[in-house]
């Protein structure tokens, strides 16, 4: 996801771990159910509900502190509730209840990440280390890890996390995903390689395994198409001559596009479609790649680079080659 892109996918974007749980568990989890389990419990609830098992637990855990499915779900809950110092300080203390947990190490390091920019400096990459050590196959921390390493640039490493992420993934939409960060990663692993002392040398002696290597990553040309609206309630805050920027983006990795269409509000609803024609670096296309989030961003300044007060609406990651995407601007950036 990100300083660097990332969509903890496999939580339906709640940035906490995924098990199967029912509605009913909102009063009802055990003290003695599995920490990582409980933390599903106040998944797709009303926010009434969900500020009323926060009361709950948060009882629970003055009776006992060390009941750590009360301390689970408290973390989850302030994190659907839009209270990451909250849920931060209950991450912390499961953490201490459970040191040797990798699923709560990588919801720690995640909640860090996502309360310091979706950066992973300093202790969330810590965490993601111990994750590691103790559950080597954990999915979160091995994406999450990925996502830190492509952060420093070391794509190469990255790559290794998410390989071994997809190795390990049955989910067949995490794994598209999957792959789409790969493909970036692996296009600049392979140009910081080429950029290398004594690359050029190398390259001049094998040309054509080169250049294979580089269509193979590419794959064959697709576009994305869809349709874009602005929310009625935002339309009086934007002018005809605004520019609107529509873009694609990988789901893991970098948030730089890998296509770009710039067009003017006056244009909305905009029918569009971005291909390989639309690329903002030559060699990192939309067609590379197997999964993007589209977006559709409504700039004053007529600037690529994000700014308070731009208008924005996002899809959630598609396949790349679907058609008839509908975004609708919606969000005002903070």
């Not at 990332?6 to 568990?25: D, E, K, L, M, N």
């Not at 750590?68 to 302030?78: K, P, V």
């Not at 559950?135 to 994406?143: C, F, I, S, T």
């Not at 490493?157 to 998410?162: K, M, N, P, T, V």
Request: charged share 20%; no cysteine.
């Amino acid at each position: 996801m990100t300083a660097g892109a990332i969509y903890w996918f496999a939580t339906g974007g709640t940035g906490r771990s995924t098990v199967p749980t029912t509605p009913s568990a909102t009063t009802a989890a055990p003290a003695s159910a599995p920490a990582s389990s409980a933390t599903a419990a106040a998944r797709q609830l009303a926010p009434d509900r969900v500020q009323r098992m926060v009361d709950e637990m948060s009882e629970r855990v003055k009776k006992d502190p060390k009941d750590t499915t009360a301390w689970a779900l408290l973390a989850n809950s302030y994190g659907m509730l839009g209270k990451p110092d909250e849920a931060i300080k209950a991450y912390e203390r499961l953490a201490q209840l459970l040191p040797n947990d990798a699923q709560v190490l990588a919801d720690y390091a995640d909640a860090l990440a996502s309360a310091a920019g979706r950066s992973f400096k300093g202790e969330p990459a810590k965490l993601l280390k111990r994750a590691l050590a103790a559950d080597p196959r954990n999915l979160k921390a091995l994406v999450l890890a990925g996502t830190e390493a492509f952060d420093r640039q070391a794509y190469a490493e990255a790559a290794g996390f998410w390989d071994r992420a997809k190795a390990i993934s049955n989910d067949s939409r995490v794994t598209q995903q999957i792959d789409s960060g790969l493909a970036e990663a692996r296009l600049l692993a392979a140009r910081a390689a080429a950029s290398a002392p004594g690359a050029k040398a190398a390259a001049a002696r094998t040309p054509a395994a080169s250049a294979a290597a580089l269509a193979a990553a590419a794959g064959p040309g697709r576009e994305i198409a869809g349709r874009i609206v602005l929310a009625p309630a935002l339309q009086s805050q934007v002018s005809p001559d605004d520019t609107l920027f529509v873009f694609a983006r990988p789901t893991l990795g970098s948030r730089m596009p890998v296509a770009l269409l710039r067009k003017k509000v006056r244009d909305l609803p905009l029918e569009f479609r971005l291909d390989d024609s639309m690329a903002m670096v030559p060699d990192i296309r939309l067609s590379a790649l197997n999964a993007v989030v589209v977006g559709a961003r409504i700039s004053k300044r007529g600037d690529a680079t994000p700014h308070t007060g731009d208008l924005q609406g996002l899809s959630a990651p598609v396949a790349v080659g679907t058609r008839g995407i509908k975004i609708e601007i919606t969000e005002v950036l903070p």
